[in-house]
C-alpha cells in the first residue's frame, strides 16, 4: 500500500519560515520525481517545487528564492523549506510522486499552509 504522508503544516505570520515534510512508503522512493503542489480556496491546485531523481529541482516564479526542496532517499522523505511567507502562499499542499518507469503517480493527503497578514 503506497502512503505519502504530509507533516509540517500550520500557522505562521508574515514572513515566517515553515518545513514540510512527505514520508513515502510503499514505493522504490528513489525512482521517484517528487514534487509539491498547493490549492488555495477558489483555486485550482498548482505546482510548487520539484525534485528528479537525480535531485534537479524547477520552481513556480512565485517561490523561486523563498522555497527549497530537497530529498532524504535514505529516509524515504521530500521537504519543502519555506521562507519569507506571504498570505498568498495559504493553501493546503500536498506531496505527489511520479514515475514514468512504472507509470504511476501517487498523491498525499496534504497540510494546510496559513500565513496571517
Known amino acids: 500500500q503506497v502512503q505519502l504522508v504530509e507533516s509540517g503544516g500550520g500557522l505562521v505570520q508574515t514572513g515566517g519560515s515553515l518545513r514540510l515534510s512527505c514520508a513515502a512508503s510503499g514505493i522504490i522512493f528513489r525512482f521517484y520525481a517528487m514534487g509539491w503542489h498547493r490549492q488555495a480556496p477558489g483555486k485550482q491546485r498548482e505546482s510548487v517545487a520539484s525534485i528528479t531523481r537525480g535531485g534537479s529541482t524547477n520552481y513556480a516564479d512565485s517561490v523561486k528564492g523563498r522555497f527549497t526542496v530537497s530529498r532524504d532517499n535514505a529516509k524515504n522523505t521530500v521537504y519543502l523549506q519555506m521562507n519569507s511567507l506571504k498570505p498568498e502562499d495559504t493553501a493546503v499542499y500536498y506531496c505527489?510522486?511520479?514515475?514514468?518507469?512504472?507509470?504511476?503517480?501517487?498523491w498525499g493527503q496534504g497540510t494546510q499552509v496559513t500565513v496571517s497578514s
Open positions: 505527489n510522486a511520479h514515475s514514468n518507469l512504472y507509470n504511476d503517480d501517487y
